[in-house]
């Protein structure tokens, strides 16, 4: 049964920075993998993707610039550096893996396997 977990949620002021780290288990082969977030009532939002095997990453307009998606395929680990981070990036930030064939990276119906979220809060 694959495994997603993530890490790394925190609370910090506008322009700090935080990584958030995603450990996937028992996925293997190569695939797609990434982040995306949800505020309390609005529709989980894409963040960033990125392929096992290097290609990518994607970004979607909010990321660019200041959040950078990682990975070290040794250890399973996928990460979200975010900089200069503002209030409007509180949301629960979910690590997702497996991206299923023909679908849209953008779409939250696209990935199949996903974690139980981090929670990042940033304050003015």
């Known amino acids: 049964q694959v495994k997603v977990v993530e890490s790394g949620g925190d609370s910090v002021t506008d322009g700090g920075s935080l990584r958030l780290s995603c450990v996937v288990s028992?996925?293997?082969?190569?695939?797609?993998w990434g982040w995306f977030r949800q505020v309390p009532g609005k529709e989980r939002e894409a963040v960033a993707v990125?392929?096992?095997?290097?290609?990518?990453?994607e970004y979607t307009d909010p990321a660019k610039g200041r959040f950078t998606i990682s990975q070290d395929i040794a250890k399973n680990t996928l990460y979200l550096q975010m900089n200069n981070l503002k209030p409007e990036d509180t949301a629960m930030y979910y690590c997702?893996?497996?991206?299923?064939?023909?679908?849209?990276?953008?779409?939250?119906?696209?990935?199949?396997?996903w974690g139980q979220g981090t929670q990042v809060n940033v304050s003015s």
């Open positions: 990125i392929y096992t095997s290097g290609g990518g990453p």
């Open positions: 997702v893996a497996g991206l299923r064939s023909g679908g849209n990276w953008r779409s939250d119906q696209s990935f199949m396997y």
């Open positions: 028992r996925l293997f082969g190569n695939y797609y």
